[in-house]
């Protein structure tokens, strides 16, 4: 059945502020330029210079004061305006020949305020012809008066312009930071400038040298490339075009190796062009429509009934849904893109009508959604929407089902399963719970407006989503829209229950794009580095119960897919291993109830010793970090050992002391351990102070060397003063005294005489006085052969007598 064409009103104008002075400049200047800002609340209306006053006016819809400004009779008014696709606050961009430029922002305070003003053209002599506002790039053709040299035998004034553009970024509540200048074309002729979304496109005016004036160039920011093309003889040609590398063309240098598009060319013969997001359209003076492709191509898009009554008839191009709109004069015709076929000929009640570019995606507003996939027309009657009406008779399904229809599809796309999605089983099944809640908002008849509401933040991260897919698609700016796009999966996912599909999802992801997952992972626990080697988080407990949760005990994974705290390990093995024990020591602090550091299953640390690999084939320097950084005794314990093999004593007796006052069990172990080898050899002499601050306070004398006693070597031979060369040295009293200090260091007990070696440790310092001397007497050895063993052979031991 035929579709309908139709034109709904919108509005009658009435809730514009300064609707009366709207109406008025509509009706009664054909001449007057129309603008919409992104959001497609505020219209701005610039009139030719000589117009009376007011020549801008700048209405906003709703609440708000609307712009007027008006220059008296020898102070030139703006060559042109625009709004900037700034989604924090509206702003627009006035532009006089000069190169003055002013920056007018509405929503810091009441009204519209001048937030800058600056010079395109500083150093004077040029002036500007035409400008464009393109993806946060204001760009401009300017005319300079030193000429050109060697213009092909053309005027000297033909190739004196050049095209520049600087970036326009938002700063702040009411800020705005300028870029510096970069040139694009040097020595090109005079163009005008037409902006799409992703596109600017260069076109020849009345004034272009005619040699050239059947050439328009097609720079695309988001490729760094530029695009020659002659429509009319079919050819184009790409240039590598990026200014982030420094790029530049002199437009004469570009022509010259290419000849072909030189040939001998009547000039374009346009009367009307439209930058649209399929390419640029252009209506020519038989009326017919052609569409430029950002690639260069050019195709024949449809005839009009009626062809443009001259320069002065007015026109206006635009599309929707896979249709041509085009207002000449009175009259919209409505042609398939496709074919070519006329759909619809409407005659209106004016012949000032002016479309409206379509609002920028992701800043629609309620009314904008719900009359979204037309186009606007816009008049002193009032702003219309045109577009297709379904056919009475045609059974429409209801909303549930569209909803449930279009999620089916939207699945399925997603889905990384090989069976098909049913709306029956995403009626049924609990796992597709958002179309349920949608289908059940629906089913209690909300209005579209609060639903609107309820789900714009929502919309808008879809359509976002849904744009940069196209940009990819597309091959815009790859590397950068891969890495947006992987962003806005992970930290979609991380607000889905991470099993199943989306767990094998994260997993893909992670592989395929490493750091740009880390980096959505990096913003969702909100981790920051805080100067000491360690990390901290502001993440709630929730984004960390979904990250530390899922733990298998399974050593092998079912089909590779790693759960979420495995699969962060392994990305930080690849991406920056030193950050890994730190981060496990971070992820054993968070914790509740069944999971984190205090639930079941295994330790956080012994999870990530598993993405090391087996024991013996992972890095030691990161299992050692892991397993100190662990906070379980037997795991220090086992650090502790191995740098004990490893000989690194230093760091083994650092690990004993880092331990706090509740681990005096574990230090004490160390101590002990360390102890041993101080027994048993040397090369622990020069780290004993280190090991007397391990010493534990509670250790006696006694026991000191009860421990020694058990670790010191067997020596088979009888002592000797002075060990053999090439052999260990053997434990001293002189290295010994230190540690028994040590273990007296908390004061002389009170109490009786615990150990026969105690009294040596509390010695007063001063000998005790000499006692009486009287005469000698030999001993007899009947008497004291007790003693035979401790005299030397041949000599007797000698007493004093006291009586």
């Known amino acids: 059945m035929k579709r309908m064409g139709t034109l709904r009103l919108l509005s009658d104008l009435s809730h514009f502020s300064g609707a009366g002075r709207l109406r008025e400049l509509l009706a009664g200047d054909p001449a007057v330029r129309v603008r919409c800002s992104p ?38 008014s703006p060559l042109d305006a625009f709004f900037l696709p700034w989604p924090a606050r509206p702003a627009l961009v006035l532009v006089w020949e000069s190169g003055l430029t002013e920056v007018w922002g509405a ?15 500083p150093g004077g002599g040029a002036r500007v012809v035409a400008v464009a506002a393109s993806r946060g790039r204001l760009v401009w053709c300017e005319e300079r008066q030193d000429g050109a040299e060697g213009c092909w035998q053309g005027p000297p004034a033909a190739f004196s312009h050049c095209v520049c553009f600087r970036t326009l970024e938002p700063s702040g509540e009411a800020g705005i930071n300028l870029g510096r200048t970069h040139i694009l074309l040097h020595h090109c002729p005079s163009f005008g400038l037409l902006a ?47 200014p982030g590398r420094g790029d530049t063309w002199d437009f004469r240098t570009l022509l010259r190796g290419l000849p072909g598009l030189l040939s001998p060319m009547k000039p374009l013969t346009v009367h009307t062009w439209a930058p649209t997001t399929q390419g640029l359209l252009l209506l020519d003076f038989r009326g017919t429509v052609s569409l430029v492709q950002s690639h260069g191509g050019t195709r024949a898009v449809g005839t009009l009934q009626e062809a443009p009554a001259g320069l002065a008839g007015s026109a206006a191009l635009g599309t929707f849904h896979g249709t041509l709109a085009c207002v000449l004069g009175s009259t919209l015709e409505l042609l398939d893109m496709g074919s070519g076929q006329l759909l619809e000929r409407k005659v209106l009640s004016t012949d000032r009508v002016h479309l409206l570019a379509p609002p920028a995606p992701g800043m629609e507003d309620e009314e904008e959604l719900e009359t979204r996939g037309g186009l606007r027309l816009l008049s002193a009657l009032g702003l219309f929407r045109v577009g297709w009406e379904a056919p009475q008779g045609l059974e429409v399904p209801s909303a549930e089902d ?27 099944n609990s796992t597709f719970r958002a179309p349920q809640a949608l289908a ?3 089913q209690g008849h909300v209005s579209p407006s609060t639903l609107l509401t309820t789900l714009r933040a929502e919309l808008r991260d879809y359509r976002a989503l849904d744009q940069l897919k196209a940009h990819l698609v597309a091959g815009d700016d790859e590397e950068a829209g891969w890495t947006e796009l992987a962003e806005h999966e992970v930290a979609r996912l991380l607000r889905t229950e991470l099993v199943g599909d989306q767990l094998a999802q994260l997993n893909t992801v992670f592989q395929a794009l490493p750091t740009a997952a880390w980096g959505a992972i990096l913003r969702a626990l909100q981790l920051q580095p ?3 080697g360690r990390l901290r988080s502001h993440a709630p407990p929730d984004v960390w119960k979904k990250v530390l949760g899922g733990s298998s005990a399974a050593k092998e994974p079912p089909n590779g897919i790693l759960p979420v705290f495995e699969l962060l390990c392994q990305c930080l093995c690849r991406l920056e291993p030193r950050w890994l024990p730190p981060f496990v020591e971070l992820a054993q602090q968070q914790g509740g109830p069944g999971w984190g550091a205090g639930g079941p299953g295994l330790p956080l640390y012994r999870r990530a010793l598993a993405v090391l690999g087996e024991e013996g084939t992972r890095s030691e320097a990161l299992e050692l970090e892991l397993l100190l950084g662990s906070g379980r005794p037997k795991a220090v314990l086992q650090a502790v050992r191995q740098l004990v093999q490893k000989e690194q004593w230093e760091r083994a007796l650092e690990a004993g002391l880092a331990l706090g006052p509740s681990s005096p069990l574990l230090r004490s172990e160390i101590f002990k351990l360390l102890l041993a080898e101080f027994a048993r050899h040397r090369r622990l002499d020069a780290h004993l102070p280190l090991l007397c601050r391990l010493c534990p306070p509670d250790l006696a004398p006694a026991e000191l060397l009860l421990l020694l006693r058990t670790h010191l070597p067997d020596d088979s031979d009888s002592p000797t003063p002075f060990p053999e060369p090439g052999t260990e040295p053997p434990l001293t009293v002189g290295l010994l005294k230190t540690l028994l200090e040590q273990t007296g260091a908390q004061g002389r007990p009170s109490g009786p005489i615990l150990s026969l070696y105690e009294d040596i440790l509390w010695d007063p310092g001063t000998p005790p006085p000499t006692p009486p001397r009287g005469p000698m007497t030999t001993l007899q050895a009947s008497d004291h052969s007790g003693l035979e063993a401790w005299a030397p052979s041949g000599q007797g031991l000698y007493v004093t007598d006291t009586g």
């Open 530 to 532: 805080d100067g000491n």
């Open 39 to 76: 959001d497609g609340r505020h219209l701005l209306l610039l009139r030719p210079p000589g117009a009376p006053s007011p020549q801008l006016l700048v209405a906003s819809r709703g609440p708000g004061a609307e712009l007027e400004r008006a220059w008296p009779a020898g102070h030139p």
């Open 107 to 121: 929503g810091v305070g009441p009204g519209w305020r001048l937030l800058r003003s600056t010079e395109l053209c």
């Open 402 to 428: 569209l909803v449930f229809e279009e999620a089916c599809e939207y699945y399925q796309r997603r889905s990384l399963r090989g069976t098909q999605l049913t709306p029956e089983e995403l009626r049924h």
């Open 440 to 442: 059940s908002i629906l």
């Open 196 to 242: 799409s979304r992703k596109d600017l496109f260069l076109v020849p005016t009345a004034t272009t040298w005619p040699g050239v004036s059947h050439i328009l160039l097609i720079w695309s920011p988001g490729k760094g490339k530029v695009m020659v093309a002659a429509p009319c003889l079919g050819l184009a040609h790409s240039q590598s075009l990026n």
